[in-house]
């Protein structure tokens, strides 16, 4: 996969103890299948939340403004798809994801 991304991976601590395994995914609202932004997501496994530092929303590409408890919306139809909250195990922002109110679609993959 040799696609064009607007965003350089992050080659940081949490990725290494993901096994240096990391893929950049294209979130999409469900409902109205607006592009929403990118995700990178290290290792494998379930989409369960969106850290601050990886979440990279649409059209300016920068990270949004993290309250806690607030929901990100789309921009398009007002659709909650996450809550934000801190994620204790590593004591990070990261959004919640709300059950079956995104598509994903991977775009990049990088094993470096």
Known sequence: MNKRIP???KKDVYRQRRGNFSKIILLKCKKCKN????????D???L?????D????LPDLK???FVINKYLSCQ???????KAT??????RKAFSIIKDSLIKIKIFQDNQ
């Open 48 to 52: 369960k939340r969106l850290y601050l």
């Open 7 to 9: 965003i350089k991976i």
């Open 76 to 82: 398009q139809c007002n659709t909650k798809f996450a």
């Open 35 to 42: 592009k929403i932004g990118y995700y990178q997501k290290d």
């Open 54 to 57: 990886r979440l990279y929303i």
């Open 44 to 46: 494998n496994g379930w």
């Open 63 to 65: 990270p949004p403004r």
């Open 86 to 91: 801190i994620y204790k195990k590593e004591n």
